[in-house]
């Protein structure tokens, strides 16, 4: 909400509503703006309805 990037990596396969906080990256708390609370993220993954054939096989040689 400042403007500024927070990258965030994952290691893993992120399952949808997956929840992961970051300490220290939230907002500023209002009594003392030097603190910063912990940012959570809840991820909402979409999956596609339909793949095409060379989507396909790229996703079989994901899993392999």
Known sequence: MDGRKVTVKRDKITPPDHVMTI????????????????????FKIKFPTT?????????????I
């Open 51 to 63: 793949l095409s054939e060379v989507d396909k096989e790229a996703a079989k040689k994901m899993l």
């Open 23 to 42: 300490k220290g990256e939230g907002m500023p708390k209002h009594e003392v703006s030097s603190y910063k609370g912990d940012l959570v993220i809840k």
